[in-house]
């Protein structure tokens, strides 16, 4: 009887010891090659290749008209993304979006209906995905369900053994209305929004510049070509939108453990407000963070085009923030574990200061005007 329950026992723990053991086999496997939390938010072009006959499926080739080359996806639409903006000349500002009623109209116009899953694709050998992730922000921002950006573009399509076709399809127009319940208008951050929050802990401003720009060093222009401020919004961070790829020619986005890696000390459990000169690489640094799983992300459209505009007293800086700890997604510390600033780390930019402004030691320069 006793040698049965030592066998018994010796069993127990035999099953115990084993399922500890593929736990920790299963852990470090899942950090080598963990899925993106959003994934579904990627295609791939095999995923594509199996879906072009889905009836709800809506290719749609975002490249500008001077960029087009003649080759398209089969079935695919023509949208090119700056429809979605619009300058304003009085104001100097370049590349701002056409508003929610205007962009449920340009969707309904291209045949996209609220149901339908939209895949949006460039080119990356020139924009990188850093213009079909502005219209998945424009259709995240109206709650749109079923959204993805295809990984490289035409270009992976091409290299896959995709076809191309000459023509677009021709679209007949839908009515596209989003509900008003559904249309999340946070997701749009305007400068009446940000400035209020700067040094507020749950809010993190991510510049997805150059660090040249970032820290004044490499100047922004407006829309007439004059020099905007130099420098970047107070408590911002920087992480190059280029650094989200593989490598520059191929511009494949990285795996997660190494996108994980690069935004270690951005907390998922708090709001990132992303921003560049004029949307288009914010909205990269968006989709890119919505891929991870961050939830509470928003794009400040106008970006520097508004923010570094001589006539409005915005405040800058030059100072180099720098993120602070290892807050990976799912790591998030409590919120009384922040410090004022949000966990970063402030050092003196090596930018020059701009001319007639006047910076104090913290990097911090005039408002301007």
């Known amino acids: 009887m006793k040698n049965e329950k030592r066998i018994r026992y010796a069993a127990i723990a035999a099953i115990l010891l084993l399922g500890i053991y593929w736990s920790a086999v299963s852990a470090i496997g899942g950090a080598a090659g963990q899925a993106y939390p959003n994934a579904g938010f990627l295609a791939t072009a095999q995923w594509l290749k199996s879906h072009q006959a889905d009836a709800s499926l809506v290719i ?13 996806i089969p079935g695919a639409i023509r949208m090119p993304w700056q429809q979605f903006q619009y300058d304003d000349v009085a104001g100097n500002m370049g590349g701002l979006f056409v508003g929610i009623v205007r962009a449920q109209q340009l969707l309904g116009e291209h045949g996209i209906a609220r149901n339908d899953t939209v895949v949006l694709y460039d080119s990356v050998k020139r924009d990188g995905g850093a213009t079909s992730s502005y219209l998945f922000w424009v259709l995240d921002l109206l709650g749109h369900k079923h959204m993805k950006v295809l990984e490289r573009g035409i270009d992976g399509w091409i290299d896959a053994g995709g076809e191309t076709v000459a023509a677009p399809r021709e679209a007949e127009a839908v ?5 008003s319940g559904e249309i999340n208008l946070r997701k749009w951050v305007k400068a009446d929004y940000l400035l209020p929050r700067l040094g507020d802990p749950y809010y993190q401003i991510l510049d997805v510049r150059s660090r040249a720009e970032y820290l004044g060093e490499a100047p922004n222009t407006g829309l007439d070509g004059t020099v905007l401020k130099l420098g970047h919004i107070p408590t911002a961070t920087n992480i190059d939108y280029t650094l989200n790829w593989t490598t520059p020619d191929i511009k494949a986005l990285k ?28 909205s990269f640094g968006y989709f890119v963070l919505r891929l991870m799983g961050f939830e509470d992300v928003m794009l400040y459209e106008p970006s520097w085009m508004e923010w570094g505009n001589k006539r409005y007293y915005f405040p800058v800086e030059t100072a180099e923030n720098i993120l602070a700890g290892d807050v990976l997604p799912g790591t998030s510390p409590s919120p009384a574990a922040l410090d004022p600033l949000g966990k970063t780390n402030r050092k003196g930019g090596a930018a020059p200061k701009p001319g007639g402004d006047r910076s104090s030691k913290s990097g911090y320069v005039s408002c301007g005007g």
């Not at 749609?60 to 398209?72: A, I």
């Not at 907390?267 to 914010?282: K, L």
Request: proline share 7%.
């Open 255 to 282: 795996p997660y453990a190494a996108l994980e890696k690069l935004s270690s000390g951005l907390d998922p459990g708090r709001a990132v407000i992303t921003y560049c000169h004029s949307a288009r690489r914010g």
């Open 60 to 72: 749609v080739d975002v490249r500008m008209d001077k960029y087009f080359e003649g080759k398209l």
């Open 175 to 179: 009515l596209y209305q989003a509900p």
